[in-house]
């Protein structure tokens, strides 16, 4: 099994580091997946009370990569899936991203000692022409043939009410004050471009009212489902991507869906809803 | 010790008691006739950093302490003391409000009190007036020279603080390797940590984007980032560069720097020892044993030569059995290889610390006595020195009494 992949363009490198490092802190454990055509990072998370939630990111490599090159398992089944330890891509991303503009980068599929590594090759410009190399192993899992379909694309979603979010910083302030006062909190959005996100103890409840938002697909008049504002807010508190648009579907009592649209990746954050006794 | 600091002085000196504070615990504070030096050493023995501030750093500066209820000169001394590092920090906490209020700033050791005195004269009339007592006159000595070391090189701080961003912040150690036209900066990682599972990061730096660079010697060298990063953030605040000397595995490492006339700072730091490939297993797990069993703390307080006079100072600074980490070094040098035991491979080496010793001679007679392997000829010896000593010094000590014997007839 053979990947190799180059990045020249600086936006390009910001942009994925960008991703894995929204991945990376999600949960322990992040899944790769290299087709000839694209790069996918799968986050599961763990420790769930229902269903769990799920991370979705595919990448066109032909945006991304000025060079592209990578052999699968066999001819039949041309890809690879690797497995690796979220916490230790963060820790090297966030090397890279304070050290500013890298001239290059360079990703490879690798064996240092006796064990597959991805190595991250870094050329770094520094003062006067000089370029500094910077290379950081991680250790990685090849993730055996038959737990392939572990990861298995998810469907795509029917939504009951399909809408645009607000910004999405606005809400990443408002839940994270929300979560404070209770985990769960329903979500509801009608077909009037109206959002609600509710949260009950017994003393209090409180209700933050976005409106006039974009509708774009309804099958119902209104949708709910009742949501994890932890998760919620873990996955917004890291979501550094900044994108023009993201989509919320919602599937009525079973799935809030947020999908990133961008020209050169896609994300989706699936989180099931709780079903209330 | 009197004197008198302007206020682009005083933040200096705040930041270099911040960067003192990041490495030690307790700071030495030591006038010379050529200015004034603050010293610290770190717990475990394996960092030094002593901080010179020359004469023409102060607006006035006098390393005398006067007897000021009656002049006499023959009573005049050099006062050194010891404060912890948490009361004075506590004084230059605040760099950013030291910068905006305080105009002058003057530091006085009296002689007829143990105070370090400061007083901050500020804008608006204020005047902010610290004393802070300090109970012990030691000082702590570390023998180096700055010549004598194979390989140099100097840059920019900020070229070393980039560097090391590439490394996470939660490396300790990081190995130098030097090569002729190049240095290779890579993380350490722990004999005990199967390597295959860690994130391994490499930084190249060629030799050209060095100020100066001279390399002799083609070696490899280990050491704490922890005391790198307290010097670079003194360093990158006034935009210094930063000299780099160093010899081999397990000899300690010199970081300098300098200002014209007005200030120089020394770093000395202990590096890892070679490891002895044919007992690195069995030593990894005798070394962890050791550290769980000597986790109370060193000897050294009960058998630290306290004394009350002013001039003659004995710290005791041979080297604390601080878990298995540090070798009891010997007072010379260059003997650091008698302490390499297989317990103690890959281990830091602590600093050959030194101080004025009033028997220099009895280290001689020393070495032919005692049968026992190295290391537990060196822990002897310095359990035992007291009793080794030729002469014990006997001095009546004068004791206030604070509450007289209950049962004493009158």
């Known amino acids: 099994m053979k990947f190799r992949g180059k990045m020249i363009d600086p936006n390009c490198i910001k942009q994925f580091i960008g991703i894995l490092g929204c991945m990376t802190k999600l949960g322990k454990s992040c899944i790769l997946r290299i087709t000839t055509t694209d790069l996918y990072f799968i986050v599961r998370e763990s420790q769930t009370i229902s269903a769990s939630p799920l991370i979705w990111c595919t990448l066109d490599e032909g945006h991304f990569f000025s060079e592209f090159g990578m052999e699968g398992l066999s001819t039949v089944d041309n890809e690879i899936y690797l497995e690796f330890v979220a916490e230790n891509v963060a820790r090297t991303l966030s090397a890279l991203k304070v050290s500013g503009t ?5 990703i490879k599929l690798t064996k240092k000692l006796s064990s597959p590594c991805l190595t991250f090759e870094i050329d770094l410009p520094s003062g006067s022409n000089h370029s500094r190399l910077v290379v950081h192993d991680i250790p990685v899992n090849l993730v055996p043939r038959r737990l392939w379909n572990d990861y298995v694309e ?28 209770a985990n769960m909190a329903t979500l509801h959005v009608t077909s009037e471009g109206l959002l609600t996100l509710t949260v009950e103890t017994e003393a209090v409840s409180v209700t933050s009212h976005f409106d006039n938002l974009h509708v774009e697909k309804q099958k119902e008049e209104e949708a709910s489902v009742t949501i994890e504002l932890k998760r919620l807010s873990n996955f917004l508190a890291h979501e550094q991507l900044n994108p023009q648009k993201v989509v919320c579907d919602v599937l009525q009592s079973k799935l809030m869906h947020l999908n990133f649209l961008s020209d050169s990746y896609s994300l989706q954050y699936f989180l099931p809803g709780i079903n209330d006794q | 010790m009197k004197c008198l600091l302007d206020g682009t002085s005083v933040k200096v000196l705040a930041r270099a008691i911040h960067s003192l504070a990041k490495i030690g615990d307790e700071l030495h504070i030591a006038p010379t006739e050529n200015g004034l030096t603050l010293k610290t050493v770190n717990a475990s023995k394996s960092a030094y950093s002593a901080f010179n501030f020359h004469i023409p750093f102060f607006l006035d500066y006098s390393h005398i302490s006067e007897n ?7 009573d005049d001394t050099v006062i050194k003391c010891k404060l912890p590092m948490k009361s004075i920090l506590s004084v230059f906490r605040s760099i950013g409000s030291l910068e905006k209020s305080v105009e002058t700033c003057k530091i006085m050791l009296p002689l007829l009190e143990a105070l370090l005195i400061i007083e901050f004269k500020c804008k608006h009339g204020i005047v902010k007036h610290f004393n802070l007592r300090y109970f012990e006159c030691e000082s702590v000595e570390a023998e180096f020279s700055k010549e004598g070391y194979p390989s140099k090189f100097s840059c920019s701080s900020r070229f070393y603080s980039e560097t090391l961003l590439s490394f996470h912040s939660s490396t300790q150690e990081v190995t130098w390797s030097l090569a002729m036209d190049q240095v290779h900066l890579s993380n350490h990682i722990d004999d005990e940590i199967d390597p295959s599972k860690c994130v391994r990061t490499e930084v190249t730096l ?6 100066e660079f001279n390399v002799a010697l083609c070696t490899q060298v280990t050491f704490c980032l922890k005391e790198l990063r307290a010097i670079l953030a003194f360093a990158e605040a006034l935009k210094l560069d930063l000299d780099c000397r160093m010899e081999g595995a397990g000899q300690p490492v010199l970081f300098s720097l300098q200002k014209e006339d007005l200030y120089s700072a020394d770093f000395l730091l202990a590096t ?35 004394t009350d006079s002013k001039s003659i100072s004995h710290g005791n600074l041979l080297g604390s059995r601080n878990g298995s980490r540090v070798n009891l070094p010997t007072p010379s040098v260059r003997q650091t290889s008698v302490n390499d035991t297989p317990e103690n491979t890959s281990r830091l080496n602590s600093l050959s610390l030194i101080e004025p010793h009033p028997f220099p001679d009895m280290e001689v007679d020393l070495e032919p006595e005692i049968q026992p392997p190295p290391a537990k000829r ?10 080794l000593k030729s002469t014990q010094e006997f001095r009546e000590r004068q004791t206030e009494v604070f509450a007289p014997d209950s049962e004493e007839d009158e």
């Not at chain 1, 890298?102 to 360079?106: E, F, H, L, N």
């Not at chain 2, 000021?68 to 023959?74: E, G, K, L, N, R």
């Not at chain 2, 060196?378 to 009793?387: E, G, L, P």
């Open chain 1, 102 to 106: 890298a001239k290059s980068v360079k």
């Open chain 1, 154 to 181: 998810p469907e795509v979603v029917d939504p009951d009410i399909s809408v645009h979010m607000p910004q999405l910083r606005l809400m990443k302030s408002i839940i994270e004050r929300m979560k404070n006062l």
């Open chain 2, 68 to 74: 000021t209820v009656q002049a006499d000169p023959d």
């Open chain 2, 206 to 211: 060629a030799k050209d984007e060095f100020i």
């Open chain 2, 272 to 306: 890892l020892s070679p490891a002895l490939d044919s007992t690195v297993s069995v030593s990894s797990r005798t070394a962890k044993h050791e550290v769980s069993a000597s986790n109370h703390p060193s000897p050294v307080p009960t058998l630290r030569n306290k």
């Open chain 2, 378 to 387: 060196a822990r002897a010896r310095y359990i035992f020195q007291n009793c």
